[in-house]
């Protein structure tokens, strides 16, 4: 089990077409961590996890992983170490749960070699640790929104890689399944170590859940470190234009923020 | 983690399940191509022995091991067994073709024959038969080029800013109209000489088939079908998303371009020889599809549905309906009610393949 490998973004110049997204971003992600990023919408964040996986080409700047620029790297060798789930994939019509969950083998596949055994048993694996072994002959159209994440997150975990990319795992969740899907993600990175990087919208469960956040704001690095560094008033604040008030979660011990609206408050 | 299966402490009910499904899969695709390769060759042989004259099966084998045999060499050697030939190869370049496209776009309308591909080729060669007055080689290489030149004028106009599947069917359709009222320009214009000629590029037609027509055909489906069968696995994963496909390894704007280019030369070289039998390119992939189940790659049981649609087509044209009726007629007909089954169900749920 590898899980020292090193990942981090240089001088990172973003952009699509002529509209500029993130100038001039450096980011070190710790490995073995669990690492959030937050922002106000359109900051850059799916952006910035995009480049990362080499997804995006940076106008300037380079992304390397374990010393080597991850744009230069071959497609696949990348994918057997580095793995990520966007924010909407799509599941060809009628396909299986099994059979999807497959797919998440490819890095590791030839392009005539037979399927192994090694690749049923990282398919049964990623099915057991999602809890979806149940549904392998299931339709995934015939899904709930919640069982359909945990498939998707299954098949990234079939990639088997020691870093994973997630793009808003938890929108369109109900806050059940959301809670669900991030204690998932905290067993998965307790119990074999994976990095985790995911772009949250919710701050509350992001400080909660990641042991690292990373504030962005106007194309760059507002704040970094641990949730109680980054999620304070001020930074709420000037990030997202809001007052607040910051209080101890008394669930986690981790900061919990409460917005001030015009409306409805005591004082 | 690393894949070390030895020292899993998963159960391994689950592993024989995942194992279980997957042979399951694969065991109905490899059930599916062989009935359809087992029909292909009955509809063949079939087609060898129908006609005019019937030819009992010993003769019909007798020609083709090369045997003279006073009557049955000319008919069976000489027009039936070339037309035969090249209805296969002709539907096979269609089917996958047809279904490389709906699977790269997820959408079973972005067929070359509805995105303006096949109008491309045809379109090229009334304009090389009535202005040009080119020869039939000269029509063909024209059509081929054509066909390759309106692909990629609309992947370049469809893909200015990446994906984008649904542009691509518009872009296309856009195109096929003007390629359409090209056509029908020169049409009106034609010499009645040409008429003739010329009307066997837009409907799709088998008539006069010979050896000279067959060769082109084969030896582009000898080359370019490993091309793209090789590319299916690649091609199931970009089927995800294009983010996910490159997160899975997938160089998804290569593959798309190698992909496209060499489905495209399938149908161009099958249009330069038979026109582009209608809606065989878009039917092949929905139906091998439905055959298979979801999962497995649709791309050989879709080059045999198309092979078997063309070779039964033909023969219906030819002997069922009393006239004869040219292929694309026949496959026109099959085609119209599914496409207009396939736009309702599209409306009413944005299904895919």
Not at chain 1, 21 to 43: F, H, Q, R
Not at chain 1, 210 to 215: A, E, G, P, Q, T
Not at chain 2, 216 to 229: E, H, K, M, R, W
């Given at each position: 089990?590898?899980?020292?490998?090193?990942?981090?973004?240089?001088?990172?110049?973003?952009?699509?077409?002529?509209?500029?997204?993130?100038?001039?971003?450096?980011?070190?992600l710790?490995?073995?961590?669990?690492?959030?990023?937050?922002?106000?919408?359109?900051?850059?964040?799916?952006?910035?996890?995009?480049?990362?996986?080499?997804?995006?080409?940076p106008?300037?700047?380079?992304?390397i992983?374990?010393?080597?620029?991850?744009?230069?790297?071959?497609?696949?060798?990348?994918?057997?170490?580095l793995?990520?789930?966007?924010?909407?994939?799509?599941?060809?019509?009628?396909?299986?749960?099994?059979?999807?969950?497959?797919?998440g083998?490819?890095?590791?596949?030839?392009?005539?070699?037979?399927?192994?055994?090694?690749?049923?048993?990282?398919?049964?694996e990623?099915?057991?640790?999602?809890?979806?072994?149940?549904?392998?002959?299931?339709?995934?159209?015939?899904?709930?929104?919640?069982?359909?994440?945990?498939?998707w997150?299954?098949?990234?975990?079939?990639?088997?890689?020691?870093?994973?990319?997630?793009?808003?795992?938890?929108?369109?969740?109900?806050?059940?399944?959301?809670?669900e899907?991030?204690?998932?993600?905290?067993?998965?990175?307790?119990?074999?170590?994976v990095?985790?990087?995911?772009?949250?919208?919710d701050?509350?469960?992001?400080?909660?859940?990641?042991?690292?956040?990373?504030?962005?704001?106007g194309?760059?690095?507002?704040?970094?470190?641990?949730?109680?560094?980054?999620?304070?008033?001020?930074?709420?604040?000037?990030?997202?234009?809001?007052?607040?008030?910051?209080?101890?979660d008394?669930?986690?011990?981790?900061?919990?923020?409460?917005?001030?609206?015009?409306?409805?408050?005591?004082? | 983690?690393?894949?070390?299966?030895?020292?899993?402490?998963?159960?391994?009910?689950?592993?024989?399940?995942?194992?279980?499904?997957?042979?399951?899969?694969?065991?109905?695709?490899?059930?599916?191509?062989?009935?359809?390769?087992?029909?292909?060759?009955?509809?063949?042989?079939?087609?060898?022995?129908?006609?005019?004259?019937f030819?009992?099966?010993?003769?019909?084998?007798?020609?083709?091991?090369?045997?003279?045999?006073p009557?049955?060499?000319f008919?069976?050697?000489?027009?039936?067994?070339?037309?035969?030939?090249?209805?296969?190869?002709?539907?096979?370049?269609?089917?996958?073709?047809?279904?490389?496209?709906?699977?790269?776009?997820?959408?079973?309308?972005?067929?070359?024959?509805?995105?303006?591909?096949?109008?491309?080729a045809?379109?090229?060669?009334?304009f090389?038969?009535?202005?040009?007055?080119?020869?039939?080689?000269?029509?063909?290489?024209?059509?081929?080029?054509?066909?390759?030149?309106?692909?990629?004028?609309?992947?370049?106009?469809?893909?200015?800013?990446?994906?984008?599947?649904?542009?691509?069917?518009?872009?296309?359709?856009?195109?096929?109209?003007?390629?359409?009222?090209?056509?029908?320009?020169?049409?009106?214009?034609?010499?009645?000489?040409?008429?003739?000629?010329?009307l066997?590029w837009?409907?799709?037609?088998?008539?006069?088939?010979?050896?000279?027509?067959v060769?082109?055909?084969?030896?582009?489906?000898?080359?370019?079908?490993?091309?793209?069968?090789?590319?299916?696995?690649?091609?199931?994963?970009?089927?995800l998303?294009?983010?996910?496909?490159?997160a899975?390894?997938?160089?998804?704007?290569?593959?798309?371009?190698?992909?496209?280019?060499?489905?495209?030369?399938?149908?161009a070289?099958?249009?330069?020889?038979?026109?582009?039998?209608a809606?065989?390119?878009?039917?092949?992939?929905?139906?091998?599809?439905?055959?298979?189940?979801?999962?497995?790659?649709?791309?050989?049981?879709?080059?045999?549905?198309?092979?078997?649609?063309?070779?039964?087509?033909?023969?219906?044209?030819?002997?069922?309906?009393?006239?004869?009726?040219?292929?694309?007629?026949?496959?026109?007909?099959?085609?119209?009610p599914?496409?207009?089954?396939?736009?309702?169900?599209?409306?009413?749920?944005?299904?895919?393949?």
């Amino acid at each position: 089990m590898t899980t020292d490998h090193s990942l981090s973004a240089e001088d990172l110049h973003l952009s699509y077409g002529d509209a500029d997204i993130i100038s001039g971003l450096s980011l070190e992600l710790p490995a073995g961590d669990i690492t959030g990023i937050v922002g106000a919408n359109a900051c850059g964040k799916s952006t910035l996890l995009k480049s990362m996986s080499r997804l995006l080409t940076p106008r300037q700047g380079r992304v390397i992983l374990d010393g080597r620029q991850v744009h230069s790297m071959p497609a696949k060798q990348l994918a057997r170490t580095l793995g990520l789930l966007p924010q909407t994939p799509i599941a060809p019509e009628g396909i299986t749960v099994a059979d999807l969950v497959g797919r998440g083998r490819h890095p590791h596949q030839g392009a005539f070699s037979r399927w192994s055994a090694a690749d049923d048993l990282a398919v049964a694996e990623a099915l057991d640790v999602t809890g979806t072994a149940d549904l392998a002959d299931r339709s995934v159209d015939e899904l709930s929104g919640g069982q359909r994440q945990r498939v998707w997150i299954a098949m990234a975990l079939a990639q088997q890689t020691d870093i994973l990319l997630l793009d808003e795992p938890t929108t369109f969740l109900d806050v059940n399944h959301q809670v669900e899907v991030l204690d998932l993600l905290t067993e998965l990175n307790a119990r074999s170590g994976v990095t985790i990087v995911m772009v949250l919208h919710d701050l509350n469960l992001a400080a909660r859940y990641c042991d690292r956040l990373v504030m962005l704001a106007g194309g760059g690095i507002h704040a970094a470190g641990t949730p109680a560094e980054v999620l304070t008033e001020d930074n709420v604040e000037e990030v997202f234009g809001l007052a607040n008030r910051i209080i101890d979660d008394p669930v986690s011990g981790q900061p919990l923020m409460l917005p001030i609206g015009r409306h409805r408050t005591l004082c | 983690m690393s894949p070390t299966p030895t020292r899993s402490l998963i159960p391994s009910t689950t592993a024989e399940a995942v194992a279980g499904l997957r042979r399951a899969r694969t065991r109905r695709w490899a059930s599916v191509v062989t009935v359809l390769s087992v029909l292909v060759i009955a509809v063949f042989v079939a087609s060898l022995m129908i006609g005019q004259t019937f030819y009992p099966i010993d003769e019909v084998a007798r020609v083709v091991a090369g045997q003279q045999v006073p009557g049955a060499s000319f008919t069976v050697g000489r027009l039936r067994l070339p037309r035969a030939v090249l209805a296969v190869l002709v539907g096979l370049c269609f089917g996958l073709g047809g279904v490389t496209f709906q699977t790269m776009l997820r959408n079973p309308l972005a067929s070359p024959d509805i995105i303006g591909i096949s109008s491309g080729a045809s379109a090229a060669a009334v304009f090389g038969i009535v202005t040009l007055g080119l020869g039939s080689t000269g029509v063909s290489v024209l059509a081929i080029v054509a066909g390759l030149g309106v692909a990629l004028l609309i992947y370049a106009l469809a893909f200015k800013n990446g994906a984008a599947g649904i542009r691509l069917i518009l872009v296309g359709i856009g195109i096929s109209s003007m390629l359409t009222a090209l056509i029908n320009w020169e049409l009106t214009r034609a010499a009645q000489w040409d008429l003739q000629e010329a009307l066997r590029w837009l409907a799709g037609s088998l008539n006069g088939a010979n050896w000279d027509a067959v060769i082109p055909v084969l030896i582009a489906l000898v080359i370019l079908s490993p091309l793209l069968i090789g590319q299916s696995k690649s091609l199931s994963i970009t089927q995800l998303g294009d983010d996910t496909a490159e997160a899975l390894g997938v160089g998804v704007s290569r593959t798309r371009l190698f992909v496209i280019v060499t489905a495209v030369g399938l149908i161009a070289f099958a249009t330069a020889a038979a026109g582009p039998v209608a809606f065989v390119a878009f039917l092949s992939g929905p139906i091998a599809a439905r055959l298979t189940g979801p999962g497995p790659s649709p791309l050989i049981p879709a080059g045999l549905v198309g092979a078997l649609l063309v070779l039964t087509a033909d023969l219906v044209g030819q002997f069922a309906l009393g006239t004869r009726y040219p292929v694309g007629v026949v496959t026109g007909i099959l085609g119209a009610p599914y496409l207009l089954y396939l736009i309702i169900r599209i409306n009413r749920s944005g299904g895919s393949l």
